[in-house]
């Protein structure tokens, strides 16, 4: 999402719910490395109270290849919570925009057949996130 208009967009969507629940914000962050080794930078770590939580922002606005990167993502925020003794509490995928074929197989749960992610990670739609951020219950 660097650098890209849409991940700027999406971006300035989804901060002021952070702030409205309450939330304090970095955005960019390194939290180590992905599973093959390289610099696993997420787009926003949010905090409230002692809780923090990871944030991968998702767009896809036309069919293209983001939705193929996402259980790619699942499996290094995976990583990234259960490696962080307690820092992170969990991580969230949030999937913007409407040019999504699989969104609705990624919220639904369609990956937990194949991968057990549930305990780490949400894959949520924007509008279900900025819901629960707006409550402060991420």
């Known amino acids: 999402m660097r650098g890209t208009t849409t991940g700027r967009m999406l971006e300035a969507m989804i901060l002021p719910s952070l702030d409205l ?12 490395e992905r599973p093959n080794g390289s610099r696993h930078i997420v787009d926003v770590v949010a905090k409230k109270g002692q809780r923090a939580v990871l944030l991968s922002l998702k767009w896809q606005q036309v069919s ?9 993502e699942v499996i290094c925020l995976m990583k990234a919570v259960a490696g962080s003794y307690g820092k992170y509490a969990r991580a969230y995928i949030v999937l913007g925009g409407s040019g999504w074929t699989l969104r609705d197989w990624y919220v639904g749960g369609g990956m937990k057949k194949y991968l057990a992610y549930e305990h780490y990670v949400s894959i949520l739609t924007l509008e279900d996130f900025i819901a629960q951020a707006n409550r402060g219950e991420l």
């Open 21 to 32: 629940g309450g939330y304090s914000y970095e955005k960019q962050v390194s939290i180590g």
């Open 64 to 72: 293209g290849t983001a939705e193929q990167k996402v259980p790619y």
